[in-house]
């Protein structure tokens, strides 16, 4: 079993900045990626941005050249760098990391952007 744990979410005005971190703990055994994903009230959840254990990395459009998703791999931690946030950045922001073909989730953390 992996367990994540999500910090850095909060409430932050327009074109201001936050950032996440998720740490993974348990039997970490073969993660082939670790990302975040959101759900804003009433939509369906999103991926925002994952990153493999190669380095690899893709970042859904609305969020390209704002955010920017980077990992320690000694730390088994991802980390969700946003900038220049936007009312519609709103929602509850889950840590993903797939391992063994086996998908776990966070608790989530609720990122509020006022206008």
């Known amino acids: 079993q992996v367990q994540l744990v999500e910090s850095g979410g909060g409430l932050v005005q327009a074109g201001g900045s936050l950032r996440l971190s998720c740490a993974a703990s348990g039997t970490i055994f073969g993660i082939y990626s670790?990302?975040?994903?959101r759900q804003a009230p009433g939509k369906q959840r999103e991926l925002v941005a994952v990153m493999t254990t190669g380095g690899s990395t893709n970042l859904v459009g609305s969020v390209k050249g704002r955010f920017t998703i980077s990992r320690d791999g000694a730390k088994n931690t991802?980390?969700?760098q946003?900038?220049?946030?936007?009312?519609?950045?709103?929602?509850?922001?889950y840590c993903h990391v797939l391992q063994l073909g086996v998908g776990y989730w966070g608790q989530g953390?609720?990122?509020?952007v006022s206008s």
Do not use: R
């Not at 670790?34 to 994903?37: E, P, T, V």
């Not at 900038?83 to 950045?89: A, G, Y």
């Open 82 to 93: 946003m900038n220049s946030l936007k009312p519609e950045d709103t929602a509850v922001y």
């Open 78 to 80: 991802v980390y969700l």
């Open 34 to 37: 670790m990302g975040w994903y």
């Open 109 to 112: 953390t609720q990122v509020t």
